[in-house]
């Protein structure tokens, strides 16, 4: 399923994310279903923890990693609505929630993405909506208030 | 002189021919006035009392239309029977009868012909082609070589009311006829053993692919998973009759009118990670592939795949509310490829229109909706033409053609097009065209040079260039392990 490239970019994904000091998260391998994910806990400023979970798809890196918030789940926005209800929410810049119900966070969308992106820098997007989240609960404005619409990098 | 008398039948034919064909003859027609008939006179003589018939008035006669190539195939049943049936498609009110079999899309009224050799079959059926043994090949449509090397010339007629009304027939040979068009620029047979594959079958794929049978190419791929809508037929090359189908299958028959030899293979599945295996095997048997989507995920997906099967592919788009639009050719490991676009003009490669409903969602949020944009089939069809003729010479390529004076002027991996000076764009400001020599305007390409990255994490050397800026020893790294 997995070419020897795709293989080795995982290894490099990896390292990458313990040189640049992200070493709270890692890519994992799955030897029962030989697939590949990358996760790891996320602490806010305000001293709380989330978990962010990267299931790599087939296609990876030409196709888009999904990243979820798996741990605060249900994650719930000011009044106590669930994010996930929302469905695709500009205002809280998530995507299709997870069928465990778990937050899609926004990253790239798929008309941005490309394979010179690397996770590490998917997990910096997670650290911010993160924030983002943590000025939500604290002010009831949008998420969206804090965080621009990501823009293209190269 | 009567009517029964067959020179002046003769005559008639040939006068009318003359006529129909706006060229002047030997003979022309006459009413005379005295018989109260048509006549055939010849030119120069004046009969008495006569009204000279012209063009105009001799505009009412049908014509009708059989396959050269199936009367060969069937010509064995021909000779062993009194007479063959076939169909035929008839328009306008009988205007004119074509055969079902020339083309894959017949029209809606549907008339049977019996086809005679000499022998006339009674009771007189309402089309009738007789087929009349000459010696020698005429200049005529209406003569066909049988498979014996026999020759005939064919006839036709309509009963009507009890009278046999003559019809003009040609017997059609299809690719003699398509290739005289071609060739002294494209040689009859040089493109027949090329393979084309086309993903994405809008207005601009959909276009690309009828020009590319027009050339003579007989060999398609088609992958798109949409039917045609309504909203699509104002720039789609398929017509509001055709809507709900698979525009696989709407643009598979318009090849087939274009070219009924092609061999079209269609796939109406969509481009996705899932679906490389499925793909892979079609990029391989492909000498060019050529890419119409406006989704980035597609175009890098098909990208990879190019490059790991060194099959050269062009890309097209229009940007939106197309307003201008790109081609970017991608000749693997020796050109920039789509991934090396990205990175070196992002702005350019995200410029896209947003054509269908599918494109708007795939970027909209359900709290921010995104809309269709409009864009005109008259701004894509540069951006086609331009696509096409990128792909035909890399279809070209290894066999000698007047086009390859071409290539100096193809020579650079993308190129641009500009239908307006759209506000909002870099392009705004830009001179009239007629004011213009040097700067940019619209209606011109512009082929633009830039670098392929040769860390490039589609074509380049990637994980080896990123892996040494970082320190990293790739051969070293474990991943490790989760349950």
């Known amino acids: 399923m997995w070419t020897s490239t795709q293989r080795t970019r995982l290894a490099l994904e990896h390292q990458l994310l313990q040189v640049h000091e992200f070493t709270q998260f890692s890519v994992y391998h799955h030897a029962a279903?030989?697939?590949?994910?990358?996760?790891?806990?996320?602490?806010?400023?305000?001293?709380?923890?989330?978990?962010?979970?990267?299931?790599?798809?087939a296609g990876f890196p030409t196709q888009r990693p999904e990243m979820y918030v798996t741990e605060p789940n249900p994650l719930l926005m000011t009044g106590g609505v669930q994010i996930n209800s929302l469905g695709v929410s500009h205002r809280m810049h998530a995507l299709t929630p997870h069928?465990?119900?778990?937050?899609?966070?926004?990253?790239?969308?798929?008309?941005?993405?490309?394979?010179?992106?690397?996770?590490?820098?998917?997990?910096?997007?997670?650290?911010?909506?993160?924030?983002?989240?943590?000025?939500?609960?604290?002010?009831?404005?949008?998420?969206?208030?804090?965080?621009?619409?990501?823009?293209?990098?190269? | 002189m009567t009517m029964n008398d067959p020179q002046q039948q003769q005559m008639i034919r040939d006068a009318m021919?003359?006529?129909?064909?706006?060229?002047p003859g030997r003979t022309k027609l006459v009413y005379d006035k005295t018989k109260k008939t048509i006549v055939a006179v010849a030119e120069g003589s004046e009969p008495p009392r006569a009204l000279n018939i012209?063009?105009?008035?001799?505009?009412?006669?049908?014509?009708?239309?059989?396959?050269?190539?199936?009367?060969?195939?069937?010509?064995?049943?021909?000779?062993?029977?009194?007479?063959?049936?076939?169909?035929?498609?008839?328009?306008?009110?009988?205007?004119?009868?074509?055969?079902?079999?020339?083309?894959?899309?017949g029209g809606p009224t549907i008339s049977?012909?019996?086809?005679?050799?000499?022998?006339?079959?009674?009771?007189?059926?309402?089309?009738?082609?007789?087929?009349?043994?000459?010696?020698?090949?005429?200049?005529?449509?209406?003569?066909?070589?049988?498979?014996?090397?026999?020759?005939?010339v064919a006839t036709a007629y309509e009963h009507q009311d009890g009278r046999d009304i003559p019809l003009d027939v040609t017997i059609a040979e299809v690719q003699p006829a398509l290739s005289a068009r071609r060739a002294g620029i494209l040689e009859t047979s040089v493109l027949s053993d090329r393979s084309a594959l086309f993903i994405g079958l809008g207005t601009g794929g959909g276009y690309a692919t009828i020009e590319l049978a027009k050339c003579g190419v007989r060999r398609f791929a088609l992958v798109d998973p949409d039917r045609l809508s309504v909203g699509n037929v104002v720039r789609h090359p398929g017509g509001i009759s055709q809507v709900g189908r698979l525009k696989v299958h709407v643009?598979?028959?318009?090849?087939?009118?274009?070219?009924?030899?092609?061999?079209?293979?269609?796939?109406?599945?969509?481009?996705?990670?899932?679906?490389?295996?499925?793909?892979?095997?079609?990029?391989?048997?492909?000498n060019v592939v050529i890419c119409g989507t406006d989704n980035r995920p597609s175009?890098?997906?098909?990208?990879?795949l190019c490059i790991e099967e060194n099959v050269v592919a062009v890309y097209g788009g229009a940007f939106r509310r197309a307003y201008g639009g790109q081609v970017l050719r991608v000749q693997p490991r020796v050109s920039p490829c789509q991934q090396c676009f990205v990175s070196a003009m992002p702005e350019q490669a995200a410029d896209v229109e947003i054509s269908?409903?599918?494109?708007?969602?795939?970027?909209?949020?359900?709290?921010?909706?995104?809309?269709?944009?409009?864009?005109?089939?008259?701004?894509?069809?540069?951006?086609?033409?331009?696509?096409?003729?990128?792909?035909?010479?890399?279809?070209?390529?290894?066999?000698?053609?007047?086009?390859?004076?071409?290539?100096?002027?193809?020579?650079?991996?993308?190129?641009?097009?500009?239908?307006?000076?759209?506000?909002?764009?870099?392009?705004?400001?830009?001179?009239?065209?007629?004011?213009?020599?040097?700067?940019?305007?619209?209606?011109?390409?512009?082929?633009?040079?830039?670098?392929?990255?040769?860390?490039?994490?589609a074509c380049g050397d990637f994980l080896n260039v990123t892996a040494a800026a970082h320190g990293i020893d790739l051969d070293s790294v474990v991943i490790p392990s989760k349950v």
């Open chain 2, 356 to 457: 269908s409903p599918d494109e708007a969602e795939a970027i909209a949020y359900s709290d921010r909706p995104v809309a269709v944009e409009p864009g005109l089939s008259l701004d894509v069809l540069p951006i086609a033409n331009f696509l096409t003729k990128l792909a035909l010479l890399e279809l070209l390529d290894g066999k000698p053609t007047s086009l390859d004076v071409l290539r100096r002027d193809y020579s650079a991996p993308w190129y641009l097009w500009l239908n307006r000076p759209e506000s909002g764009t870099p392009y705004s400001g830009m001179p009239p065209l007629s004011d213009s020599s040097d700067e940019m305007t619209i209606n011109r390409w512009y082929g633009v040079g830039f670098e392929r990255d040769t860390a490039c994490p």
């Open chain 2, 54 to 105: 012209t063009a105009d008035d001799a505009d009412m006669f049908g014509v009708i239309t059989l396959s050269g190539q199936w009367l060969r195939q069937e010509w064995h049943r021909l000779n062993g029977s009194a007479s063959i049936a076939a169909r035929f498609t008839s328009w306008d009110n009988g205007d004119a009868y074509t055969h079902y079999e020339l083309g894959p899309q």
């Open chain 2, 17 to 23: 021919k003359a006529i129909a064909e706006r060229r």
């Open chain 1, 33 to 57: 279903g030989d697939t590949y994910s990358a996760s790891g806990y996320a602490s806010s400023n305000a001293g709380y923890k989330y978990h962010l979970y990267i299931p790599i798809p």
């Open chain 1, 99 to 154: 069928a465990c119900g778990w937050v899609q966070i926004c990253h790239w969308r798929d008309n941005r993405w490309h394979s010179g992106i690397y996770l590490h820098q998917v997990f910096l997007k997670g650290l911010i909506w993160i924030e983002a989240y943590e000025q939500h609960i604290s002010t009831g404005r949008d998420l969206a208030d804090f965080v621009r619409t990501m823009a293209e990098t190269a």
């Open chain 2, 112 to 152: 049977e012909c019996t086809i005679a050799l000499e022998r006339a079959s009674e009771p007189a059926p309402r089309l009738r082609i007789v087929l009349t043994k000459v010696n020698a090949v005429g200049r005529a449509g209406n003569t066909f070589v049988a498979t014996d090397g026999s020759i005939f």
């Open chain 2, 251 to 286: 643009i598979r028959d318009l090849i087939l009118e274009k070219n009924p030899d092609a061999q079209v293979d269609v796939y109406p599945f969509a481009i996705a990670a899932e679906n490389m295996d499925a793909i892979r095997p079609l990029v391989r048997a492909a």
């Open chain 2, 299 to 304: 175009k890098l997906l098909i990208n990879q």
